[in-house]
């Protein structure tokens, strides 16, 4: 199963009625056929599942992908709890173009993104 490149970005918010391109995440992970993140093959290939956080007037932070448990994160520096980002039922989403997800940021809170695009 190849791995799949899918950028998250903003959606609509009182701040930003529009969504935002400019605030969002590229991460890599294992998709099956339908969209959802194949979680044995992400424990094959998990060095390879990368995470970049662009937020326009922020520092780019990178990270990876982690499932520890029953839940997915993005994870941040080298501490086991450091900077982690929990998402919102991550095992159920597809990650399709058009579908959303949310995520609890570093900052508290919980933000709901479109998955702009998969390749």
Same mark, same amino acid.
């Given at each position: 199963?190849?791995?799949?490149?899918?950028?998250?970005? =903003?959606?609509?918010?009182?701040e930003h009625p529009?969504?935002?391109?400019?605030?969002?995440?590229?991460?890599?992970?294992?998709?099956?056929?339908?969209?959802?993140?194949? =979680? +044995?093959?992400?424990?094959?290939?998990?060095?390879?599942?990368?995470?970049?956080?662009?937020?326009?007037? +922020?520092?780019?932070? !990178?990270?990876?992908?982690?499932?520890?448990?029953?839940?997915?994160?993005?994870?941040?520096?080298?501490? +086991? !709890?450091?900077?982690? +980002?929990?998402?919102?039922?991550? !095992?159920?989403?597809?990650?399709?173009?058009?579908?959303y997800v949310s995520?609890?940021?570093?900052?508290?809170?919980?933000?709901t993104f479109r998955?702009?695009?998969?390749?």
């Amino acid at each position: 199963m190849p791995l799949k490149k899918i950028r998250l970005e =903003l959606a609509r918010t009182p701040e930003h009625p529009e969504g935002s391109a400019e605030h969002g995440y590229e991460f890599v992970a294992p998709l099956s056929a339908d969209g959802h993140i194949d =979680l +044995e093959e992400w424990r094959r290939t998990r060095e390879r599942c990368t995470v970049h956080r662009f937020w326009r007037g +922020e520092d780019a932070m !990178d990270g990876r992908l982690a499932h520890r448990g029953t839940r997915w994160f993005f994870h941040y520096g080298e501490e +086991e !709890d450091e900077a982690d +980002e929990p998402i919102f039922r991550f !095992d159920r989403h597809t990650f399709n173009a058009g579908d959303y997800v949310s995520i609890t940021e570093h900052d508290g809170e919980q933000r709901t993104f479109r998955v702009a695009s998969v390749r």
